[in-house]
């Protein structure tokens, strides 16, 4: 296949462009009904909860998918809702943590429960078998090129 010939190919990206898109506004649209909250909010949340309750801001950072400064903003606003709280580092002046909550720790594990439960149904009982087959394949034929 030439670079310059997509036909093989297109009609299939753009496809898997809108079911991503579609799909993740359903994940979205599932956290803020169900526990009020944004994906980034559960994110850094969920984050901060694995790692035992706190990492350095430049961790947290590497660790989800937004810019120091939208980080910075986000974090600003769970500090005002109680669900997050920045530490000053002892060691370093320049740096700081960013430590959850007992709220925002209960907030996080019931917003998993519910959203690993809505994400197994989404994922496991609705799609058919050999669409996962048919994605795993082409996922493992990726991964061998």
């Not at 909550?101 to 050999?130: C, D, F, K, Q, Y």
Request: proline share 3%; glycine share 8%; charged share 25%.
């Amino acid at each position: 296949m030439r670079a310059g010939d997509d036909s093989r190919w297109m009609a299939t990206w753009m496809l898997l462009v809108r079911t991503h898109t579609r799909f993740w506004d359903a994940v979205e649209e599932q956290m803020r009904r169900e526990h009020g909250l944004t994906m980034a909010r559960y994110d850094v949340l969920a984050q901060l909860d694995a790692a035992g309750g706190r990492l350095g801001l430049g961790e947290l950072a590497s660790a989800i998918a937004l810019s120091p400064s939208g980080l910075s903003k986000l974090l600003d606003r769970m500090d005002a809702s109680g669900l997050i709280q920045r530490e000053p580092d002892p060691n370093d002046q320049r740096a700081a943590f960013a430590a959850i909550t007992p709220r925002g720790r209960t907030l996080v594990r019931s917003a998993r429960n519910g959203h690993h439960g809505w994400l197994v149904e989404m994922l496991l009982i609705r799609l058919r078998e050999w669409v996962m087959g048919s994605f795993i394949r082409a996922v493992g034929d990726t991964a061998r090129e």
